[in-house]
């Protein structure tokens, strides 16, 4: 028993054109929560108008003068976290330094003068790069000197600044030549 599926008639049962597809329902309207929104926005709408409208109505009243007992005042209450008083300070330390003299004691040995100072602040065997440096340090405003000096490594051309009276003057002139960009100078006690 062969069955030719290709030339069969088809049945008397009607078949939906859209397989798998639910039938569509009716939506219907929830009345009660719609109802219920209604009222609630109509209410609120009446709210308002009578309260804006109640404040141009009402007549202005004075409530009566009470006296009140003249009583000590309570006691107000500190925050626990507050911050207390800034102090006042006086200060008593400027009188004194006005009035105050310092003595100090300075050995003798500090006192004398090891003798002048002279600093050094290159040595060339050429007399062409000393000549430049002493320029270099005449645009800061000091002047130097070129000595010419035989050693036993033959000639040597220094650049020296000096003479300085104290230590302390010529520390002065060599940090002003190192902004300038000068480094490298010592300082000596003066060879005459």
């Known amino acids: 028993m062969s069955r030719d599926y290709a030339n ?3 049945s008397g049962k009607k078949r939906s ?3 798998g597809k639910k039938p ?3 939506r219907s309207i929830p009345y009660l929560p719609t109802l219920i929104v209604l009222l609630l926005v109509g209410g609120f709408g009446y709210f308002l108008w009578w309260i804006s409208g109640s404040s141009d109505d009402a007549p202005a009243t004075t409530a009566p003068a009470v006296t009140v007992e003249q009583t000590k005042p309570k006691p107000v209450k500190k925050d626990p976290n507050a911050l207390p008083p800034k102090p006042t300070e006086e200060w008593t330390y400027l009188e004194e330094l006005e009035n105050k003299s310092i003595d100090v004691e300075v050995p003798e040995d500090a006192l004398k003068s090891k003798g002048p100072y002279q600093m050094q602040c ?3 065997r050429k007399p062409e790069p000393a000549e430049e440096m ?3 340090i005449a645009f800061q405003g000091m002047e130097a000197q070129v000595r010419a000096t035989t050693g036993s490594s033959g000639v040597w051309h220094k650049v020296i600044l000096g003479p300085f009276e104290s230590k302390r003057a010529a520390e002065r002139s060599r940090h002003k030549l190192q902004r300038a ?3 490298g100078c010592q300082i000596w006690l003066w060879e005459y």
């Open 8 to 10: 069969k008639k088809p």
């Open 17 to 19: 054109s859209s397989r």
């Open 24 to 26: 569509q329902q009716k």
């Open 122 to 124: 290159a040595s060339f």
């Open 134 to 136: 002493k320029a270099m």
């Open 181 to 183: 960009g000068i480094n």
